[in-house]
């Protein structure tokens, strides 16, 4: 499972680094420059919102997901009780 988790985590990361970084080029690009005259640049951030920063959303589920499968399971110390012998003689002192 841990190699599971590895792979998803860079896998998780590549899809996040590189839709998100599209995603804020276009942005800047955008508010730098305007729409370019092809309609509100708020409509064209939002649609870029849609269609980068979805995946991106994608990319950082996968990343914490592979990261809790690669992290070893904690298992609590089992206290062992301190039990009573009743079958042995009591010496009595």
Known sequence: MVFLGWL???VGALIAL???ACTAWVLA???ANGSGGYGSAGGW???SLLF???PCLVGLGLF????RL???LKIPARAIPATEHD???????
């Open 52 to 54: 980068g920063g979805v």
């Open 18 to 20: 590189t839709t998100g």
């Open 29 to 31: 690009g955008l508010f």
């Open 8 to 10: 998803l985590m860079a």
């Open 70 to 72: 690669a992290r070893p």
């Open 87 to 93: 079958d042995e003689p009591t010496t009595g002192a």
């Open 64 to 67: 914490f997901g592979g990261r």
């Open 45 to 47: 951030a939002l649609l």
